[in-house]
């Protein structure tokens, strides 16, 4: 499994003191914060799209590279990228850029977003969301996948003899994760691929979450890609943590109290019952977070938040170094004990290009051997 921390970039009145950090702070805390994910041994830094306030993420590729520059091992990921109101083509070339640029250390979260302006500010019609979705990403896909690439759809300008540059490294373009939290459509898009599913795993309880990851599950089995137990799966969670719960659940009431999107809500009692928000001890945010094995099944990916509702950088660097240091490690073992050997270790280009290889090499083996059965199989 692969456990790291995703972003959303918000700009949010710390509650306790009345200060707020500026654009430029908030962008150097996420630089901050991806550096000391590597550092204390996290797999996957990812970063939101935003383009209105108060968040900063307006140009994800543009920070993973600047990180990707100043890291050797961290994956580098998106928490969402607007597969609605973004340019195909554009996403197309910028990740196969940061690609290069990162040595394969790459992937996206595609998602429609959440900000409804944001739909007529690119030109595009909110209503018409789930299609853009489909049809966008039909085309992203050819476009890394397809040298020359003729196309017409509805969303956009036909597309005659073009190729995106630069091409994918290795011919193997990034992994692609398509994320929601409620959408079953965008469940059967990933499943139909063969894709990841990421559901940000925040807001909603379990069962919520449940009946999307087994759609999505059921589906990718059902278009032939493996067993249910074998799709890609990826989880969000919240926590806050200190040494004594008391202590966590205190320093953190103020900023759940005063978050832009649950405070002045429910209690943060009612809220941590009723969701996988955990505040406490680092004991009980393992015990939380192994238990979305029972829920979920075996899965490939945990990616928690702890950047947001106003909390100052230096809380965040000691939540990372606690989580590194003594709830992560425990993850890790936990999580490989009973693990079905057929499923799936994460994504990683690495391994994808080995496979890219393998499946060459036998479709051209059997090819040789004039057995079409066995060429029919590798390729399905």
């Known amino acids: 499994m692969q456990f790291g921390i995703f972003s959303v970039g918000d700009i949010t009145v710390d509650p306790t003191n009345g200060t707020r950090p500026s654009e430029h702070e908030r962008i150097k805390a996420m630089v901050a914060i991806a550096l000391k994910a590597e550092e204390v041994g996290l797999d996957v830094f990812a970063t939101g799209e935003h383009h209105n306030p108060p968040f900063v993420p307006s140009s994800p590729t543009t920070m993973l590279g600047h990180i990707a520059a100043r890291t050797e091992n ?9 597969i609605t109101t973004n340019d195909p083509v554009k996403i197309a070339e910028d990740y196969a850029m940061l690609q290069h640029l990162a040595d394969g250390r790459v992937d996206l979260v595609l998602g429609r977003g959440n900000t409804g302006p944001v739909y007529p500010w690119f030109g595009k019609d909110i209503r018409e969301g789930i299609n853009l979705a489909v049809e966008n990403y039909a085309l992203l896909r050819e476009l890394w996948t397809k040298e020359v690439v003729d196309w017409q759809g509805r969303f956009r300008t036909p597309l005659q003899g073009f190729t995106a540059t630069p091409r994918p490294l290795d011919g193997v373009p990034p992994f692609v994760w398509h994320g929601s939290i409620r959408s079953p459509e965008i469940a059967e898009q990933a499943a139909y691929y063969g894709d ?10 379990k069962e919520h979450t449940q009946q999307l990851i087994a759609l999505y599950r059921a589906r990718f089995a059902h278009y032939g890609h493996g067993t249910p137990e074998q799709a890609i799966v990826g989880l969000g969670g ?3 943590m200190r040494k004594n719960s008391q202590d966590a659940v205190r320093e953190f009431r103020p900023y759940f109290d005063n978050a832009p999107v649950y405070g002045h809500g429910p209690s943060l009692e009612d809220f941590t019952a009723d969701t996988p928000l955990t505040v406490g001890s680092p004991q009980q945010v393992i015990e939380r977070t192994l238990a979305f094995r029972d829920h979920f099944g075996d899965y490939q990916r945990q990616l928690f938040l702890m950047d947001h509702a106003g909390l ?8 990372l ?3 590194g240091e003594e709830v992560v490690p425990v993850l890790r073992r936990e999580f490989a004990i009973g693990r079905p050997a057929d499923v799936p270790d994460a994504p990683t280009h690495a391994a994808r290009v080995a496979a890219t290889t393998a499946a060459a090499a036998a479709t051209a083996g059997a090819t040789a051997s004039g057995d079409a059965t066995a060429v029919a199989a590798t390729v399905i």
């Not at 961290?74 to 607007?82: A, H």
């Open 196 to 205: 990841g599913f990421f559901h940000n795993n925040i807001f909603w309880p």
């Open 238 to 240: 919240q926590v806050f």
């Open 321 to 323: 170094d606690i989580l």
């Open 74 to 82: 961290l994956v580098l990921s998106t928490s969402t990228t607007l």
């Open 312 to 319: 100052p950088l230096r809380t965040v660097l000691e939540q």
